[in-house]
């Protein structure tokens, strides 16, 4: 009998199936391509929210966390996945920069913004207001560690490219068993896929369709990322992401004409050099209603789990929460409550 079957392998299922492996558990994943969300992200690790200047929820442990785990996958894989890189927030005013030296003056965010502003960043790219200049920020490379650790799991014969039918799971006393295969518990982390979840669904999840270009451009040779109204993510080669959307009220998976036009006028207002659009992106972010995490346990089947609900932060929250949901499972070890799916319990019992 298998330790664990793990149901999607976006940030959160490579977490899970990551940590399963430092504890030498058996498991298989199930992985149908449904989703992108993980794919097409831009990867940013930031911890801090760059409208207000304050610091995104437990940004700092899960920085901590994170990066370690991401070097770690460098090793493993053989595959280079993490990019440190600076992000230069552009300032449309000196209330703006008041308001960066003031966020810098507290302890909690003073290790990440510098307080010597930046005039000039590139000869594209202008700033009446300077630019302020975030550190230990960068960039994962999730198209690679997505495609890395799936080539690694089919060598190891546990993955199976298949969707996963939830009419044909069953639930025993101290197991399950699909299609043959028996496992002492499953994991669902199929991000906004969960919607088709019967035994999760009840859970508050909100999707935001995302979307990113890519522009081409010889004569930009930006080397940092800037954050304006739009981000510029430098991606090698003359390239650059440049994005992303939020959309809550559309939710179908094709990249949009809104959305292009959208990035293309911001774009042309933030670089004054020629460059070309070569390809659009779109995914859905599994975000909630409070905007915290959801995982744990099922509220009646205590063979199934869930671990979902990382909005727009997916590269910094997945290994911090991994880790405390296996030491929940594995080592009875309380999960903090606020991400604890048990405070959306009275829907499950409503619904
Ligand atoms: C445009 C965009 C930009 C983003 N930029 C960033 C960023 O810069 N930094 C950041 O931290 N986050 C970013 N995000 C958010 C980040 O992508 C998410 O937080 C994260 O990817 C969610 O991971 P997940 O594994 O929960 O979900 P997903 O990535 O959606 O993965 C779920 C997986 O489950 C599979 N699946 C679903 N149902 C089934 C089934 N029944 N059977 C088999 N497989 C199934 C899917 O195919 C998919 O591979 C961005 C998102 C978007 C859309």
New binding site residues.
């Given amino acids: 009998m298998l330790d664990y079957i793990i149901?999607?392998?976006?940030?959160?299922?490579?977490a899970i199936s990551q940590r399963l492996e430092e504890r030498n558990k058996k498991f298989v994943v199930?992985?149908?391509?449904?989703?992108?969300?993980?794919?097409?992200?831009?990867?940013?690790?930031?911890p801090v929210i760059l409208k207000r200047f304050t610091l995104a929820w437990n940004a700092n442990k899960q920085v901590e966390i994170a990066l370690p785990f991401y070097r770690e996958m460098e090793t493993k894989l053989q595959a280079k996945i993490v990019y440190p890189l600076e992000i230069y927030r552009k300032f449309f005013s000196a209330e703006e920069q008041n308001n960066w030296f003031e966020a810098a003056d507290k302890p909690i965010l003073a290790e990440y913004l510098d307080t010597k502003l930046v005039k000039e960043i590139n000869p594209n790219i202008s700033s009446e207001f300077s630019f302020g200049r975030v550190r230990q920020t960068g960039?994962?490379d999730?198209d690679v560690l997505?495609k890395e650790y799936r080539n690694y799991l089919k060598n190891k014969d546990e993955i199976q490219f298949?969707?996963?039918?939830?009419n044909a799971l069953q639930i025993n006393n101290d197991s399950v068993s699909y299609n043959g295969i028996s496992a002492r518990q499953i994991i669902?982390?199929?991000?906004?896929?969960?919607l088709?979840?019967p035994f999760f669904n009840y859970l508050p999840l909100r999707g935001?369709?995302?979307?990113?270009i890519t522009i081409y451009s010889e004569e930009l040779r930006l080397k940092e990322i800037v954050k304006s109204s739009v981000?510029i993510?430098p991606l090698g080669n003359d390239l650059y992401k440049v994005?992303?959307?939020y959309n809550s009220r559309e939710l179908d998976p094709q990249p949009s004409e809104t959305a292009r036009e959208d990035l293309e006028n911001k774009i042309k207002k933030l670089v004054t050099c020629k460059f070309e659009i070569v390809d659009q992106?779109?995914?859905?972010?599994?975000?909630s209603k409070d905007r915290k995490p959801m995982l744990g346990r099922h509220p009646e089947y205590k063979n199934l789990y869930c671990?979902?609900?990382?909005?727009?932060?997916?590269?910094?929250?997945?290994p911090m929460v991994s880790e405390q949901l296996i030491n929940f499972i594995e080592n009875d070890i309380q999960l903090p409550q606020e991400i604890d799916l048990q405070r959306f319990n009275k829907k499950h019992y409503e619904a």
């Fill in positions: 149901v999607g392998l976006g940030l959160s299922g490579i199930f992985e149908d391509n449904s989703q992108k969300s993980s794919l097409v992200a831009g990867g940013l690790f930031n960039v994962i999730t997505i298949k969707s996963f039918g939830y669902f982390c199929e991000g906004f896929g969960m088709h979840n935001n369709k995302g979307e990113y981000f993510i994005g992303a959307t992106s779109a995914g859905i972010r599994p975000a671990c979902n609900g990382f909005g727009s932060r997916g590269v910094l929250i997945s």
